[in-house]
Nanobody, 124 residues
Framework: QVQVVESGGGLVQTGGSLRLSCAAS????????LGWFRQAPGKEREFVAG????????NYADSVKGRFTISRDNAKNTVYLQMSSLKPEDTATYYC?????????????????WGQGTQVTVSS
C-alpha cells in the first residue's frame, strides 16, 4: 500500500522560508523519482521540482530556480522542498507524487500516487 503525505505548509511573509516534507512509502514508488507540484486557485497544477531516487539528479521550474532546493532522505522515505525568498506568487497548495510513467519531469500525466497537499500562503 502506498502512502504519500505532505506536510510543512503554512503562512509566511514575503522573503521568508519554509521546508516542506513528503513522506512516500510503499513498494510501487520504490526506485522512482519524486516531484513537487503546486496549484493556485483557478490555475493548472504546475511542476516545481523533481529528484531522482538516488538524489543525483534534480530539476526545477524556472520560476523557483535559485530559491528552492529539493532533497531526499531514503532512510526516512522522505523528500524535502526547502523554499527561500518566498514571494506572494508562490502561494498555492503543494503536492508531491511519484514519477511512474515516462521521463518528463513536468507532465502531470506521468505521475501517480499524489498526496493530499499542503497549503503555502505568502503574505505581501
Amino acid at each position: 500500500q502506498v502512502q504519500v503525505v505532505e506536510s510543512g505548509g503554512g503562512l509566511v511573509q514575503t522573503g521568508g522560508s519554509l521546508r516542506l516534507s513528503c513522506a512516500a512509502s510503499g513498494r510501487p514508488v520504490f526506485g522512482h523519482p519524486l516531484g513537487w507540484f503546486r496549484q493556485a486557485p483557478g490555475k493548472e497544477r504546475e511542476f516545481v521540482a523533481g529528484i531522482t531516487w538516488r538524489g543525483d539528479t534534480t530539476n526545477y521550474a524556472d520560476s523557483v530556480k535559485g530559491r528552492f532546493t529539493i532533497s531526499r532522505d531514503n532512510a526516512k522515505n522522505t523528500v524535502y522542498l526547502q523554499m527561500s525568498s518566498l514571494k506572494p506568487e508562490d502561494t498555492a497548495t503543494y503536492y508531491c507524487a511519484a514519477l511512474m510513467y515516462g521521463s518528463s519531469w513536468s507532465n502531470t500525466r506521468g505521475y501517480d500516487y499524489w498526496g493530499q497537499g499542503t497549503q503555502v500562503t505568502v503574505s505581501s
